[in-house]
């Protein structure tokens, strides 16, 4: 598909594969490149679609109901099953868990938007457990029980909030040994730090603390940072991966 005519959006990948959505729906592509099929015909705008990890079902957000609601569908296609019912202007879907069940953030009984919390979701439907992580807007799992948390991510992205440095920028917290203890991760590093994932032993990130957004790595104890792109007008956003490469839009 020329990206000279679509503007492709909020890309995932599973080994071989990339999800994304082009025209309000999801799409399906090889990594190689290629041409795409179309996955979801719902005539309402589809978001952050996640392939879960055998690559047989895509995890996405869709408004087809009113507001954002979390929805699933295999990728050979087929029926689409709704798995949530909140109600919630922020609820969308971030991921998956590595038994299966779908990740997930909303503010649904939350005094505040902002407030949003991941929960685990069951593929095929069912009651859903609040993680105990705090409020966040992302969650990436790595090796050895690493876990980094992003939080204060705008839906729209520090794209919609260029150089912002205040104190509600987006930031990453990471846990390096998986007993729960937290810590700032790339603290001095002054700018909008959002989407973490694990690729390798790094961990890959967008961030603006050059002027632009673009995509950067580092080690888990926040050396050697790296960048990875070199956009100077149109920020990098939506990175996702799946251990071993991260993909993004801009």
């Keep these: 598909m020329p990206q000279d005519l679509s503007y492709l959006r909020f890309p995932s990948v599973r080994g071989n594969t990339i999800a994304f959505v082009a025209d309000d729906d999801i799409w399906?592509?090889?990594?190689?490149?290629?041409?795409?099929?179309?996955?979801?015909s719902d005539r309402a705008p589809a978001s952050h679609p996640r392939l879960s990890p055998d690559g047989s079902l895509v995890a996405y957000t869709n408004r087809r109901d009113g507001n954002p609601e979390v929805y699933v569908v295999s990728t050979a296609g087929g029926e689409v099953l709704r798995l949530t019912y909140l109600s919630d202007s922020y609820t969308r879907t971030i991921g998956w868990t590595a038994d299966g069940r779908?990740?997930?953030?909303?503010?649904?009984?939350?005094?505040?938007?902002?407030?949003?919390?991941?929960?685990?979701?069951?593929?095929?439907?069912?009651?859903?457990?609040?993680?105990?992580?705090g409020p966040l807007t992302s969650i990436s799992r790595g090796p050895d029980g690493m876990v980094v948390l992003g939080v204060n991510q705008s839906p729209h992205r520090g794209a919609a909030w260029k150089r912002y440095r205040g104190g509600t920028a987006a930031a990453l917290w990471i846990d390096r040994t998986g007993r729960g203890a937290f810590e700032r991760y790339l603290a001095d590093v002054?700018?909008?730090?959002?989407?973490?994932?694990?690729?390798?032993?790094?961990?890959?990130?967008?961030?603006?603390?050059?002027?632009?957004?673009?995509?950067?790595?580092?080690?888990?104890?926040?050396?050697?940072l790296r960048r990875h792109s070199d956009h100077s007008d149109f920020y990098a956003r939506a990175a996702s991966g799946d251990g071993r490469r991260s993909v993004g839009s801009y």
């Design 28 to 40: 399906l592509a090889s990594f190689a490149g290629g041409v795409a099929r179309r996955l979801t």
């Design 102 to 133: 779908v990740l997930i953030i909303t503010a649904a009984g939350e005094p505040f938007g902002s407030r949003t919390w991941a929960w685990a979701i069951p593929a095929e439907g069912g009651p859903g457990e609040r993680l105990g992580y």
């Design 190 to 224: 002054r700018g909008q730090l959002e989407d973490p994932c694990f690729v390798d032993e790094r961990i890959a990130f967008v961030s603006d603390h050059e002027g632009v957004g673009n995509l950067y790595s580092a080690l888990p104890d926040g050396s050697d």
